[in-house]
């Protein structure tokens, strides 16, 4: 099915998107909502299933002051719409990626780095045990235990049974491996007040809606493929229509993809690694942890910033730790080319920086340009940002503390949560291309330093190095980095917008 356009800029303006017909977690992280749960579920009952969906007091979008105590959402994995008599012609609208699912082919697994013991043969669900729902609860402390009872009673149990109850942990805004978290996201457009452009000769943070929530143009001023109904598939008329088709029924719009990925993170063994490597680095442990992430343990980044390097489009209240680019550390002295914040988002326009006039644009148009062998595989930003929701869980360990010996069973890690209206163009490309990849950037035998898997690749017999540049010219590379990071479960969900929700719940 080919994506429809937007023909012009006069057709970008709809109007503000319906906020109270999306789900909150799409606008909000909840980050003043510390206490959250993550339940797996599979529909036991379908008739009660959908009663309970019916009168579930999802979150939606719209601002509120004071914000709620609570809140709630919930997302289908494909198996789950099978389950709710969801028939293959209208299945067919949603993507190849949720269709098939993350562990759903060897060759996906290959490329998102599930293999060895990130293999779906070895997690604790996604694979041999599908949920057919997720569902999210957030709340303050303090209304947390009675939050998770009034959802969860005799209802629910009859209506579903649980493969997993996933729980969180609030670590004060940093990841287990003690790192400030959360501060490079991408701004979306909710005002619909950006004008596309073919091409981008900056880069930005603020966004095309349609690169979060199905049913407005993206990055590409296109509609992204989703079940678009006939309106008698309808007859209630609970769907909103189409955008780009105002005579049919959309079921994907203001819903959006849920890419959900359990991981456990051996703290102990990165903080050790480290310790055994520094001197040979000439660095402190935390200087070459920080080389690794590529910002300080208190989230500014490694690379130079000043006025310049401001992004015009940034909201004014948006953390000066986000506003940079890597324009001003094009050798990698400061902040590694492997380091993960350039992996997970290089900051790239559509063309390299220098080529803002009309003969250089031409002259890099026209391939004529030299190239670098790090420009080959680093692809605009523009068109692979994710929005990420994740929660940390576990008990937080200091670098100071996790030099000493613990016991085996120790769980602690990131339940990874994001969102993106394109899985294939967003999250897999950034964990095939930029995350795991062993050519990102003209390095070689090296994957990301903290999410990478060390096993053998094709093209690449190791891909457990990372190269530091000692600002000589000369390099000083850490061979033999431990895996710290492990997949133990993981599924692609659909989040649909509220209306979409109530239709799924009463009828498919």
């Known amino acids: 099915m080919a994506q429809s356009t937007v023909t012009d800029h006069a057709a970008l303006r709809f109007g503000a998107p319906e906020f109270e017909d999306i789900q909150g977690i799409a606008r909000f992280g909840y980050g003043n909502l510390t206490s959250a749960c993550f339940y797996l579920l599979r529909i036991a009952d379908l008739a009660l299933a959908r009663e309970w969906l019916r009168n579930a007091p999802v979150s939606n979008a719209v601002a509120r002051n004071p914000p709620p105590e609570t809140a709630l959402q919930v997302a289908f994995s494909v198996d789950g719409l099978r389950a709710l008599g969801m028939v293959p012609a209208v299945l067919e609208g949603f993507s190849a990626e949720f269709l098939s ?28 045990s599908v949920p057919h729902l997720l569902v999210m609860t957030y709340a303050t402390p303090a209304r947390f235990e009675l939050w998770k009872r009034e959802l969860t009673g005799s209802l629910w149990d009859r209506a579903f049974s649980k493969l997993e109850e996933l729980t969180t942990s609030d670590m004060g805004g940093r990841e287990p491996f003690g790192f ?47 079940p678009v ?52 680095a000439n660095r402190t442990p935390q200087a070459l942890a920080e080389a690794m992430v590529g910002r300080t343990i208190e989230g500014d980044p490694l ?10 489009d940034e909201l004014p ?12 550390d094009p050798e990698g002295v400061h902040c590694p080319f492997g380091a993960h914040i350039r992996r997970a988002n290089p900051r790239t326009a559509d063309v390299p920086p ?72 967003q999250f897999e490309f950034v964990q095939n291309a930029w995350i795991m990849s062993t050519k990102f950037g003209g390095l070689t035998e090296e994957s990301d330093p903290l999410l990478g898997n060390r096993e053998a690749i094709a ?20 061979r033999g980095l431990p895996q710290f990071v492990t997949v133990r479960g993981g599924g692609y969900f659909f989040l649909p917008g509220l209306r979409a929700l109530k239709y799924l719940a009463s009828r498919v």
């Open 101 to 128: 699912g993350m562990a759903g082919e060897e060759a996906r697994s290959r490329r998102l780095g599930d293999i060895g013991t990130n293999s779906p043969g070895t997690w604790r669900w996604g694979a041999g």
């Open 303 to 312: 690379v130079p910033w000043g006025e310049n390097d401001v992004l015009a």
């Open 180 to 226: 400030v978290d959360g501060i490079s996201q991408p701004i979306f457009d909710w005002e619909r007040r950006l004008e596309l452009q073919n091409v981008e000769a900056e880069y930005r943070n603020l966004t095309m809606l349609g690169e979060l929530l199905l049913g407005y143009p993206n990055e590409y001023g296109k509609y992204t493929d989703r």
């Open 229 to 280: 109904l006939e309106p008698s598939a309808d007859p209630d008329a609970l769907l909103p229509p189409a955008e780009d088709r105002p005579n049919t029924r959309d079921l994907g719009r203001n819903g959006t993809y849920v890419v959900f990925r359990d991981l456990r993170q051996d703290v102990r063994c990165f903080w050790q690694f480290l310790a055994a490597e520094a001197r040979a």
């Open 354 to 425: 220098g080529t803002d006039s009309a003969l250089k644009r031409l002259v890099q148009t026209l391939g004529l340009a030299p190239q670098r062998a790090r420009d080959d595989v680093i692809a605009s930003a523009r068109f692979h940002r994710i929005l990420r929701r994740g929660r940390e869980y576990g008990t937080a360990l200091s670098s100071d503390d996790a030099l000493q010996p613990g016991s085996e069973g120790e769980e602690r890690g990131l339940r990874f949560l994001c969102l993106n209206a394109n899985i294939a163009r």
């Open 459 to 478: 093209g690449s017999r190791l891909s457990g190095a990372f190269s530091l540049c000692r600002g000589d010219g000369v390099r000083h590379r850490l």
């Open 317 to 328: 209240d948006e953390s000066r730790r986000n506003q940079f680019t890597f324009n001003r």
